[in-house]
């Protein structure tokens, strides 16, 4: 599969940067798992995957086990594309020679 490199600025913040690949080559993470790994507060969290789900990227899912409610968050296709292409972009913008510096 082909991917076009696109830069993403929705992606590009940091904190969700982490989140999209973190969450790439798995099917889905248990929210507390992603916080803890991320180290931001529940809240912190909760803001950037509303922004990720509000653009299509990510799925929250509430599930109940064993008298338990656990929270999964997966990517969506759409999201998985935006990542792949977000990365693409970045290694075309870092694989730009530098231009020759002028003669002193």
Do not use: C, N
Request: no cysteine; hydrophobic share 45%; net charge neutral.
């Amino acid at each position: 599969m082909s991917v076009e490199p696109r830069f993403d600025e929705l992606v590009h913040a940091p904190q969700r940067l982490r989140i999209v690949a973190m969450l790439d080559p798995v099917g889905g993470l248990d929210f507390g798992v992603l916080r803890d790994a991320l180290d931001v507060s529940d809240s912190v969290l909760s803001k950037h995957l509303k922004v990720l789900q509000d653009a299509g990227y990510a799925t929250v899912a509430k599930v109940r086990r064993a008298g338990h409610v656990w929270t999964t968050v997966a990517l969506t296709r759409d999201g998985r594309r935006a990542y792949a292409g977000h990365v693409a972009a970045l290694r075309e913008i870092v694989a730009t020679p530098d231009p020759e510096p002028p003669d002193a």
